[in-house]
């Protein structure tokens, strides 16, 4: 009788313990492992205006055409934006550091087709892009492999829809500032986009130890009502992102564009 009670109580200390010593509780809305972004946050709210978020998402739905040889539609419509908003930007140039816009210090795009890496998801290739950048020897940065794992701290990162669980957690040991995304694996779902469904903040608030001694301020649906399109046609019927067309048997093109659908059997 009193072994089996002690063998019920072990998981509820062990619960209550890693609570109390890891710094932040996965269930106590007011010690959060991650910081909850957006209008109704539990810790203040965004401290950059919207035109600010909505002006680099604007950037991550561009870097997809940058990336992907002009095309505005691509199948694998993620792309991402890695800025510094603590750095002096290039906006108004007065007054408040938050009135202005950052620094673009990278992008990227999925592009696990093109290269035939499963693990190429838009943040990664972004995460991937700016670690070469930032190591560059005869680059801006020139920073040592620390300096450039401590410097993702002062980034955020923008994405055209929610992380997936790799993704997430590369966020996560990035440690970036922020992680801001548009559409979300919910709506991706609805879409009939195959998914593996745990929102990013599932995997922030189960990180333990040092993975939760950053805390990024997460926002989502930034913008969403302009990255949907870009996931509507590829598994539902809905209409082509502007600047793109149906075509038989290609899905949505760019009109000048022959043959642009990419595996949608390799997704
Ligand atoms: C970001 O901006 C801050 C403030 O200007 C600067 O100290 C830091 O080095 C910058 N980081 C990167 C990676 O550019
Ligand atoms: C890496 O980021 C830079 C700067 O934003 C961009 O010019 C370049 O196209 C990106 N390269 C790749 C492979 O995404
Ligand atoms: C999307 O919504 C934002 C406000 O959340 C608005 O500023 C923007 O103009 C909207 N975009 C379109 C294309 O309606
Ligand atoms: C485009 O794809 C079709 C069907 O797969 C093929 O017959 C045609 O030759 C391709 N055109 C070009 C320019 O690659
Ligand atoms: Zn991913």
Known sequence: MQLSLVVCALPLLLVSSSATSYGCDLHDPSNPCYIAGGGASDLGPDPVPFSTRAYWMRRAIAALADINEGSPCPFAAFGSVIVNHTAPGKGTGEGDRADQLGVEVCIGANSLVRDGNPTLHGEIAAINNCSRILTD????????GPEALQALSDLSLYTTAEACPMCSSAILYGG???????????????????????????IFSRSVGRLSVHRTRIIGDVLANETEQLFKWQYADGECPSGCEKKEGSGCVKPTT??????????
């Open 258 to 267: 022959l043959n642009d659908s990419t595996g949608k059997d390799e997704l």
């Open 137 to 144: 020897p005869d680059g801006p940065y020139k920073l040592s």
């Open 176 to 202: 970036f500032r922020e992680y801001i995304f548009s559409t979300s694996i919910p709506t991706l779902r609805s879409l009939s986009w195959p998914q593996i469904v745990i929102r990013s903040r599932e």
